[in-house]
């Protein structure tokens, strides 16, 4: 099975208000040959996880509704078999990263990412070869 088949079976969630960072971090992973879903806030983004829950997520950190430490926080709170996290964020304080960890991030990174550093990240929190 060559490489980028095995990547379809991963599906990926990006969590973010901006419709441009979606579309960027979408191209780059459906070019990989990863699934991609969308959500624009958290609390779309709990719904989603909930109906079926994704092998990773990207997660942005100022949303309406509910921001991504709100979402992660929620979402390591349910009872469903959980992902690694990725908070994609433009905050670069030391602060932003301590919470964003302390929500259930499993890495935090700072806008904007080259396509193959996110590819990268990727692969190595879905345990898959590079």
Same mark, same amino acid.
């Given at each position: 099975?060559?490489?980028?088949?095995?990547?379809? +079976?991963? *599906?990926?969630?990006?969590?973010? $208000?901006?419709?441009?960072?979606?579309?960027?971090?979408?191209?780059?992973?459906? =070019?990989?040959?990863?699934?991609?879903?969308?959500? %624009?806030?958290?609390?779309?983004? !709990?719904?989603?996880?909930?109906?079926? /829950?994704? $092998?990773?997520?990207?997660? $942005?950190?100022?949303? /309406?509704?509910?921001?991504?430490? =709100?979402?992660? *926080?929620?979402?390591? *709170? +349910? =009872? %469903? /078999?959980?992902?690694?996290?990725?908070? %994609?964020?433009?905050?670069?304080?030391?602060? $932003? *990263? %301590?919470?964003?960890?302390?929500?259930?991030?499993? !890495?935090?990174?700072?806008? /904007?990412?080259?396509? +193959?550093?996110?590819?990268?990240?990727?692969?190595?929190?879905?345990? !898959?070869?590079?």
């Amino acid at each position: 099975m060559s490489q980028s088949l095995k990547h379809t +079976q991963k *599906r990926i969630l990006v969590v973010d $208000d901006a419709a441009t960072v979606r579309m960027y971090h979408r191209s780059i992973l459906e =070019g990989a040959g990863f699934v991609v879903d969308e959500a %624009i806030n958290g609390i779309e983004a !709990l719904e989603k996880a909930l109906t079926q /829950p994704f $092998d990773l997520y990207l997660v $942005d950190v100022n949303m /309406p509704k509910l921001d991504g430490y =709100g979402f992660l *926080r929620e979402l390591r *709170r +349910q =009872g %469903i /078999p959980q992902a690694p996290a990725v908070m %994609i964020s433009t905050e670069a304080q030391r602060q $932003d *990263r %301590i919470r964003a960890y302390e929500a259930g991030a499993n !890495l935090y990174l700072i806008k /904007p990412i080259k396509p +193959q550093d996110l590819l990268t990240h990727c692969y190595l929190l879905l345990n !898959l070869p590079a």
